[in-house]
């Protein structure tokens, strides 16, 4: 099982970007995706996650700005981030759980930096 990110990128603060994460390899039931990010000198936190059955739950700090999707004929998921902040700067990385071990998979990070 693979995921691989992308849509990274330098964005002015009000801006937007949209991070996509697609799923390959063998996989029988994902229970749910999220997205992660790190800021450099800070622990790793959970931006949001989307469940099997559609519900989605962000941090607060997102909340309103970003939202989480998945296209299940792409075997992708997203991350739209809008009116961006310089706070949102960070490594953004995908992961997913899967059943029936509730296993998680992680995706290499995509740089997102906010700033004039």
């Known amino acids: 099982v693979q995921l691989q990110a992308s849509g990274g990128g330098l964005v002015q603060p009000g801006g937007s970007l949209r991070l996509s994460c697609v799923v390959s390899g063998s996989i029988f039931s994902i229970n749910e995706m999220g997205w992660y990010r790190q800021a450099p000198g800070k622990k790793r936190e959970r931006v949001a996650r989307?469940?099997?059955?559609?519900?989605?739950v962000y941090t607060d700090s997102v909340k309103g700005r970003f939202t989480i999707s998945r296209d299940n004929s792409k075997n992708t998921f997203y991350l739209q981030m809008n009116t961006l902040k310089p706070e949102d700067t960070a490594v953004y990385y995908c992961n997913i759980e899967v059943w029936p071990d509730d296993y998680v998979y992680w995706g290499q990070g995509t740089q997102v930096t906010v700033s004039s």
């Open positions: 989307i469940t099997s059955g559609g519900n989605s």
